[in-house]
């Protein structure tokens, strides 16, 4: 079974900083992984879609790399700003599961002035 | 605009009456999904449909019910709904097929069963 983990649960960092999030998976038989944005109250916002023959995405100010064979992905978040305090959530499409997301618990930053 | 719509947005109820939480999506998408959001245990998949009159179930498919009568709509029912339901629900669509379709996902109903 699938199990998706990211570390840490809460991170709190001052204006300007870069910073990465992490996401690890158990099996390494996916079609792609996923990072959302959720904001307090809302629904998820879909930030990059890394397919499973990718190694990265980028867009404006962030990146996300994909290590399929060590069950691994990062979002890295360039000078970040207040703005971008939220929870992160990376999702997994595993293979023979439709089209059925596994998640993470997800990220909380906080980016303090 | 392309988007998922699900009505309400918020719902509080009391065990054992019937609800229905509607999802419609105006992207011509294939596939469709529920999932509930739970603290500490984040987001688990209740049923999907990859079609038209077909629908699987998920990983926690126990008290509901869902139906796909037409294309752009996906609706999740609660019989008897019960405390234990109380929780953020989402509904997501995307193309369906081989290989990666992003994912889009609605705002959200939140559920309080008392």
């Known amino acids: 079974k699938q199990e998706v983990t990211q570390i840490p649960a809460a991170l709190s960092v001052p204006e300007g900083e870069n910073l990465v999030l992490n996401c690890s998976f158990t099996d390494s038989a996916i079609y792609n992984l996923q990072w959302f944005r959720q904001d307090p109250g809302k629904g998820l916002t879909s930030l990059l879609l890394?397919?499973?023959?990718?190694r990265e995405q980028t867009s404006g100010r962030l990146n996300a790399s994909l290590d399929k064979s060590s069950g691994r992905s990062t979002l890295y978040i360039a000078a970040s700003q207040p703005g971008d305090s939220a929870t992160y959530l990376c999702?997994?499409?595993?293979?023979?599961?439709?089209?059925?997301?596994?998640f993470g618990t997800g990220t909380q930053l906080k980016v303090e002035l | 605009e392309a988007q998922v719509t699900q009505n309400p947005r918020y719902l509080i109820t009391v065990t054992g009456k019937k609800l229905t939480v509607t999802c419609s999506q105006n992207?011509?998408?294939?596939?469709m999904s529920w999932y509930r959001q739970d603290p500490g245990l984040g987001l688990r998949q209740i049923y999907y449909s990859m079609n038209v009159e077909v629908t699987d179930k998920g990983d926690v498919p126990e008290g509901y019910k869902v139906s796909r009568k037409e294309k752009r709509n996906f609706p999740l029912i609660l019989e008897s709904p019960s405390p234990n339901q109380t929780s953020l629900y989402f509904c997501a669509s995307s193309l369906q097929g081989q290989g990666g379709y992003e994912q889009y996902f609605g705002p959200g109903t939140r559920l309080t069963v008392t």
């Open positions: 890394i397919q499973s023959s990718q």
């Open positions: 999702a997994v499409r595993i293979t023979g599961g439709g089209n059925k997301l596994t």
């Open positions: 992207m011509n998408h294939e596939y």
